[in-house]
Protein backbone atom coordinates (compact mmCIF):
# COMPACT_ATOMS: atom_id res chain seq x y z
CA UNK A 1 0.00 0.00 0.00
CA UNK A 2 1.51 3.37 -1.46
CA UNK A 3 0.18 5.71 1.56
CA UNK A 4 0.42 3.68 4.67
CA UNK A 5 -2.53 3.84 6.99
CA UNK A 6 -1.05 6.48 9.69
CA UNK A 7 -0.63 8.62 6.83
CA UNK A 8 -4.28 7.91 6.03
CA UNK A 9 -4.73 8.38 9.73
CA UNK A 10 -3.51 12.25 9.63
CA UNK A 11 -5.48 13.01 6.56
CA UNK A 12 -8.07 15.14 6.20
CA UNK A 13 -10.04 12.33 4.89
CA UNK A 14 -10.02 10.15 8.61
CA UNK A 15 -12.65 10.79 11.08
CA UNK A 16 -11.85 9.31 14.51
CA UNK A 17 -15.38 7.45 14.11
CA UNK A 18 -14.16 4.64 11.44
CA UNK A 19 -13.02 1.93 13.92
CA UNK A 20 -14.05 -0.62 11.11
CA UNK A 21 -12.81 -1.87 7.72
CA UNK A 22 -13.66 -4.02 4.90
CA UNK A 23 -10.36 -4.86 2.99
CA UNK A 24 -10.80 -6.39 -0.76
CA UNK A 25 -7.58 -5.85 -2.84
CA UNK A 26 -7.62 -2.04 -3.62
CA UNK A 27 -10.86 -1.62 -2.58
CA UNK A 28 -11.23 -0.45 1.54
CA UNK A 29 -14.39 0.82 2.79
CA UNK A 30 -13.62 2.71 6.10
CA UNK A 31 -16.57 3.04 8.75
CA UNK A 32 -17.96 2.99 12.18
CA UNK A 33 -19.07 0.17 13.39
CA UNK A 34 -22.80 0.83 13.77
CA UNK A 35 -22.47 1.59 10.15
CA UNK A 36 -21.52 -1.92 9.38
CA UNK A 37 -24.32 -3.60 7.57
CA UNK A 38 -24.34 -0.31 4.73
CA UNK A 39 -20.23 -1.38 4.54
CA UNK A 40 -21.36 -4.92 4.11
CA UNK A 41 -24.31 -4.28 1.47
CA UNK A 42 -21.44 -2.22 -0.53
CA UNK A 43 -19.37 -4.62 -0.36
CA UNK A 44 -21.37 -7.69 -1.49
CA UNK A 45 -22.91 -5.24 -4.73
CA UNK A 46 -18.91 -4.33 -5.76
CA UNK A 47 -18.41 -8.30 -5.85
CA UNK A 48 -21.52 -8.79 -7.36
CA UNK A 49 -21.51 -5.94 -9.71
CA UNK A 50 -18.31 -5.12 -11.02
CA UNK A 51 -16.40 -8.29 -11.05
CA UNK A 52 -14.31 -7.10 -14.22
CA UNK A 53 -13.62 -3.97 -12.76
CA UNK A 54 -12.43 -5.78 -9.62
CA UNK A 55 -9.89 -7.65 -11.63
CA UNK A 56 -8.38 -4.21 -13.34
CA UNK A 57 -8.71 -2.44 -10.16
CA UNK A 58 -6.63 -5.44 -8.82
CA UNK A 59 -3.84 -5.04 -11.34
CA UNK A 60 -3.48 -1.65 -10.92
CA UNK A 61 -3.19 -2.05 -7.19
CA UNK A 62 -0.86 -4.58 -7.76
CA UNK A 63 1.25 -2.68 -9.92
CA UNK A 64 1.06 1.00 -7.95
CA UNK A 65 0.43 0.01 -4.60
CA UNK A 66 -2.74 2.33 -4.59
CA UNK A 67 -6.06 1.88 -3.41
CA UNK A 68 -9.91 2.96 -3.95
CA UNK A 69 -10.84 4.45 -0.55
CA UNK A 70 -14.98 4.55 -0.36
CA UNK A 71 -15.17 6.63 3.67
CA UNK A 72 -18.77 6.14 5.20
CA UNK A 73 -19.10 9.31 7.32
CA UNK A 74 -20.48 9.22 10.32
CA UNK A 75 -22.59 12.63 10.15
CA UNK A 76 -22.89 15.31 7.01
CA UNK A 77 -21.13 17.73 8.72
CA UNK A 78 -17.98 14.74 9.51
CA UNK A 79 -18.14 14.61 5.80
CA UNK A 80 -17.66 18.47 4.95
CA UNK A 81 -14.73 18.43 7.38
CA UNK A 82 -12.64 16.21 5.08
CA UNK A 83 -14.09 17.67 2.15
CA UNK A 84 -14.28 21.55 2.77
CA UNK A 85 -14.78 22.66 -0.47
CA UNK A 86 -18.06 20.92 -0.76
CA UNK A 87 -20.24 21.86 2.33
CA UNK A 88 -23.04 21.47 -0.20
CA UNK A 89 -22.38 19.22 -2.30
CA UNK A 90 -25.92 18.37 -4.83
CA UNK A 91 -25.11 14.51 -4.36
CA UNK A 92 -24.52 12.00 -1.47
CA UNK A 93 -20.94 11.24 -2.07
CA UNK A 94 -17.72 13.31 -3.67
CA UNK A 95 -14.89 11.36 -5.28
CA UNK A 96 -11.21 13.12 -4.75
CA UNK A 97 -7.48 11.87 -6.20
CA UNK A 98 -5.30 11.86 -3.15
CA UNK A 99 -2.09 10.99 -4.09
CA UNK A 100 -2.40 7.64 -6.41
CA UNK A 101 -5.28 6.81 -4.09
CA UNK A 102 -8.98 7.63 -4.90
CA UNK A 103 -11.30 8.86 -1.86
CA UNK A 104 -15.16 8.22 -2.43
CA UNK A 105 -16.40 9.76 0.59
CA UNK A 106 -20.46 9.24 1.36
CA UNK A 107 -22.20 12.03 2.89
CA UNK A 108 -23.28 9.87 5.80
CA UNK A 109 -25.06 6.65 5.99
CA UNK A 110 -26.57 6.73 2.03
CA UNK A 111 -30.40 5.67 1.65
CA UNK A 112 -30.68 2.57 -1.02
CA UNK A 113 -32.04 5.00 -3.97
CA UNK A 114 -28.17 6.17 -4.01
CA UNK A 115 -26.26 3.00 -3.58
CA UNK A 116 -26.55 2.87 -7.75
CA UNK A 117 -25.11 5.87 -7.92
CA UNK A 118 -22.17 4.63 -6.00
CA UNK A 119 -21.70 1.51 -7.92
CA UNK A 120 -21.55 3.52 -11.19
CA UNK A 121 -19.18 5.85 -9.52
CA UNK A 122 -16.92 2.97 -8.46
CA UNK A 123 -17.43 1.89 -11.54
CA UNK A 124 -16.22 4.60 -13.57
CA UNK A 125 -13.54 5.06 -11.00
CA UNK A 126 -12.02 1.53 -11.82
CA UNK A 127 -12.43 1.82 -15.40
CA UNK A 128 -10.53 5.40 -15.43
CA UNK A 129 -8.18 4.50 -12.60
CA UNK A 130 -4.35 5.00 -13.67
CA UNK A 131 -2.00 4.94 -10.47
CA UNK A 132 1.70 5.61 -11.55
CA UNK A 133 3.23 2.04 -11.06
CA UNK A 134 6.00 1.93 -7.76
CA UNK A 135 9.08 1.63 -10.20
CA UNK A 136 7.81 4.93 -12.06
CA UNK A 137 7.30 7.06 -9.04
CA UNK A 138 10.54 5.32 -7.22
CA UNK A 139 13.08 5.88 -9.43
CA UNK A 140 15.71 8.84 -8.86
CA UNK A 141 15.15 11.99 -10.38
CA UNK A 142 17.94 12.75 -13.04
CA UNK A 143 19.95 16.22 -12.86
Known amino acids: ?36 ALALK ?13 VKAKEASKASG ?11 DAFGLSFESATHPPGPLMVEK ?22 DTLRLTMINWRPAPLEATSAPAEL
Open 1 to 36: MRSSYTTLMQSKYFNPAFNSAIFDGPLRIYFAQFHE
Open 42 to 54: IYFLVQQKLTDEV
Open 66 to 76: ANILVMIYPTT
Open 98 to 119: WREDVVVGLKGPIEDENLDLLI
